[in-house]
């Protein structure tokens, strides 16, 4: 049964805002008292928090789908609808948020500490708020943005001060368990520690974390045995602590050459947070409550003093030398801590538009001869919002694009009128003529526009369907060429 849980795919799913509302208030006397459409409400956003009484993602393991609540829609009388529920998703200490692309999208770090892994989408607009001068009584509302859905990876990189690092049945489940109230299995095989365990040390006045992590074998850094699941958990650690087993009984081993092999393979591991081996690291002799392992231990003192190591004797057994080790971990830990209070708050970068970002681009369409594509986010999101079974809308959307430039972009790469512009799957035809700001447009009947013809919906929804059956056309003989290639 699955109980600890380090690395999981999310697939979250923001909520959708509400449509705006497209009324006119009517009473008594007053047949047309003018638009009363209210706004619909935001769709909720999906939030990572760090917790601190979460330390594993099991619960996304079981449960991976999240999507949060959708914005109500707008109604008349003014009453706009209620934004969605926000989505909160406890995760531990420790959490890197990952694209699908491998790239790292947030750093949870510390109790309370908040990202927007997916935002709600905007509320659609009720015709109360789209009225202005000349268009005085709009017959049309716009829809609410859907929000945003994407797949993300959430690891673990178990945050403690002090990480325990050996070879496997080397003695750091039996340490933790003599250092703190951690009870992780214990067991006379190698490798029975599988997931992290983590325990509360006190020396003095000094409380800190220590992480026993699965043993290491040589190869760990190119993923052999446990490999990076094992490293990942100590790159996070301020202070290393050696455990070299001095009771071993296997050929080849002894505590120098496995404090070699260990140390060979956190320099090979590369941390975003710098050189493992920069980290303070501590030696402790373990099993000395054996005769011959105090033997051991004493004649490799010498030479591991030599190399600049603190060397401390210790059995997790008879709880020998335990009282020293823990308060020089403690030292390590307080001066680390001194160092982080000291550094200097982080700086925000703010990185402004360009002068020259119009917000847009214009591409000639590969899949239309003479054609155009339009990219962006705010020509994208208005046609989302754009209800395309309403002429007015239809004739907002374009007084819109005007106003953005796009309509004299596609002008100055030759575009003539008929010409093809497709934005996200939506393809219309180009007519310079259609695109007016407000106070140059005289209003027709609600939900009519003069400006655009009877047909134009239908011939756009054939383009788009001619669309289509070319690209399918291309895949076809792209198809029919390949397995004649392997034929």
């Given amino acids: 049964m699955v109980s600890f849980v380090d690395r999981v795919t999310l697939h979250v799913t923001a909520g959708n805002g509400g449509h705006g509302c497209a009324s006119v208030h009517r009473e008594k006397f007053k047949p047309l008292g003018g638009p009363d459409g209210g706004n619909g409400g935001r769709g909720g956003s999906v939030v990572l928090a760090v917790d601190p009484q979460v330390h594993t993602l099991l619960d996304f393991h079981h449960h991976p789908h999240q999507k949060a609540g959708n914005g109500r829609p707008g109604a008349g009388k003014h009453r706009s609808g209620a934004d969605g529920d926000d989505l909160e998703l406890a995760v531990p200490n420790g959490t890197v948020v990952h694209a699908a692309d491998g790239s790292v999208l947030a750093d949870l770090t510390g109790a309370g500490s908040r990202y927007v892994v997916a935002r709600g989408g905007r509320a659609g607009l009720?015709?109360?708020?789209?009225?202005?001068?000349?268009?005085?009584?709009?017959?049309?509302?716009?829809?609410?943005?859907?929000?945003?859905?994407?797949?993300?990876?959430?690891?673990?990189?178990?945050?403690?001060?002090?990480?325990?690092?050996?070879?496997?049945?080397?003695?750091?489940?039996?340490?933790?368990a003599a250092l703190s109230a951690a009870r992780p299995k214990i067991a006379d095989y190698p490798f029975t520690t599988l997931v992290p365990n983590l325990g509360v040390v006190s020396a003095g006045e000094t409380t800190f974390t220590v992480a026993d992590v699965p043993g290491l074998i040589p190869g760990a850094a190119q993923g052999k045995g446990l490999g990076l699941d094992f490293l990942r958990?100590?790159?996070?650690?301020?202070?290393?602590?050696?455990?070299?087993?001095?009771?071993?009984?296997?050929?080849?081993?002894?505590?120098?050459?496995?404090?070699?092999?260990?140390e060979s393979e956190l320099a090979q591991y590369q941390s975003d947070l710098g050189d493992l081996l920069?980290?303070?690291?501590?030696?402790?002799?373990?099993?000395?409550?054996?005769?011959?392992?105090?033997?051991?231990?004493?004649?490799?003192?010498?030479?591991?003093?030599?190399?600049?190591?603190?060397?401390?004797?210790?059995?997790?057994?008879?709880?020998?030398?335990?009282?020293?080790?823990?308060?020089a971990l403690a030292e390590l830990v307080e001066e680390y801590r001194a160092g982080q209070e000291a550094l200097a708050p982080a700086r925000i970068v703010l990185s402004p538009k360009a002068v020259d970002d119009s917000g847009f681009t214009v591409e000639p369409d590969p899949d239309e001869p003479g054609g155009f594509v339009v990219r962006g986010s705010k020509p994208e999101r208005w046609v989302r919002q754009t209800q395309f079974d309403n002429d007015e809308a239809v004739g907002y959307l374009a007084d819109r694009l005007a106003r953005l430039g796009v309509e004299d972009e596609l002008a100055k790469?030759?575009?003539?009128?008929?010409?093809?512009?497709?934005?996200?799957?939506?393809?219309?035809?180009?007519?310079?003529?259609?695109?007016?700001?407000d106070e140059e447009y005289a209003p027709t009947r609600r939900g009519t526009d003069d400006r655009l013809e009877p047909n134009s919906r239908r011939d756009a929804d054939a383009r788009l369907a001619a669309k289509k059956a070319r690209r399918q056309h291309v895949s076809d003989e792209e198809l029919l060429l390949e397995r004649a290639a392997t034929e």
Avoid at 158 to 164: D, F, N
Wanted: charged letters at 20%.
């Fill in 126 to 176: 009720g015709n109360a708020a789209l009225a202005s001068t000349r268009r005085k009584a709009p017959g049309f509302a716009l829809l609410g943005e859907p929000g945003e859905a994407l797949d993300v990876v959430l690891e673990l990189k178990s945050v403690a001060e002090v990480g325990l690092v050996g070879f496997p049945s080397a003695g750091k489940s039996s340490l933790i």
């Fill in 278 to 327: 920069e980290r303070p690291r501590l030696v402790a002799l373990n099993k000395v409550d054996i005769p011959e392992a105090r033997e051991l231990a004493d004649f490799v003192t010498e030479e591991l003093t030599g190399r600049g190591y603190r060397v401390f004797a210790i059995s997790a057994v008879s709880h020998a030398g335990l009282r020293e080790l823990t308060f």
């Fill in 233 to 262: 958990h100590v790159e996070r650690c301020a202070v290393l602590l050696h455990v070299l087993d001095c009771a071993t009984l296997e050929p080849g081993r002894d505590p120098i050459s496995d404090l070699d092999a260990i």
């Fill in 413 to 437: 790469l030759g575009a003539l009128p008929g010409a093809s512009v497709t934005i996200l799957d939506y393809v219309f035809d180009f007519q310079p003529t259609a695109g007016m700001a």
